[in-house]
């Protein structure tokens, strides 16, 4: 796999997520724009390390965005250093160190290979509710939606490890109902997907805390 065009073609992706701070914290942001071209990495499945360093920079760039928006320090890092177990490559490690400063390293962690959709779930789903408790400290309860109605299937067994991370991305709407993450959860995550799922977050906790009356 060619890593350095797929971090070119999702990074494309995630920066969309950085432009929307320039638009002020009052205005709406805007996600409708074109996705970068597909390549051959694009539609190939993501290794662990490679899902943690698209993670790792979306989460970095979205808490600073968040706090430029809220005028609030918003950061899940824990203080003080992190350690991580066992070796990894040196270009992984500083995602690495982002993910576990922040709880976000799913169990039974891919590392080299192809990650499930799941545990890419699980990642997010632990990351959400960090950031989601944090925005509650500083700014109070949601203003926007929490919950919704209509769920999609999630086609794991309810007492599989990672059942209830789904079920809670489902319930809070932090992944689109029609993601594959729902569908097909056992298979890799695929390059063009990932981008898509973190453009989910980011919209979700802007909803959640944003004062429009129209996604009252």
Do not use: C
């Amino acid at each position: 796999m060619n890593r350095s065009a797929l971090l070119r073609a999702a990074g494309l992706n995630l920066l969309l997520v950085g432009s929307l701070w320039s638009q002020g914290a009052q205005r709406q942001p805007h996600f409708h724009v074109p996705p970068p071209k597909p390549t051959s990495a694009y539609d190939e499945p993501l290794t662990g390390y490679e899902v943690a360093v698209l993670t790792a920079e979306f989460i970095v760039n979205l808490e600073r965005g968040l706090s430029e928006a809220f005028q609030k320090p918003i950061s899940t890092a824990s203080a003080g250093v992190v350690q991580l177990e066992g070796r990894h490559p040196a270009w992984a490690q500083p995602a690495l160190k982002e993910l576990k400063a922040r709880g976000a390293i799913p169990p039974r962690f891919s590392a080299g290979k192809p990650m499930p959709r799941y545990q890419v779930g699980q990642m997010l789903a632990q990351y959400a509710q960090r950031l989601d408790a944090q925005m509650r400290t500083l700014l109070g309860a949601p203003r926007g939606k929490t919950r919704f109605q209509t769920q999609p299937t999630i086609k794991l067994k309810t007492n599989h490890p990672a059942y209830r991370a789904l079920q809670y991305l489902a319930q809070g709407g932090w992944v689109n109902a029609g993601a594959p993450l729902y569908q097909e959860p056992t298979k890799p995550i695929r390059g063009k997907e990932l981008p898509d799922m973190l453009r989910d977050i980011a919209q979700r906790i802007l909803e959640r805390y944003r004062d429009e009356p129209h996604l009252q």
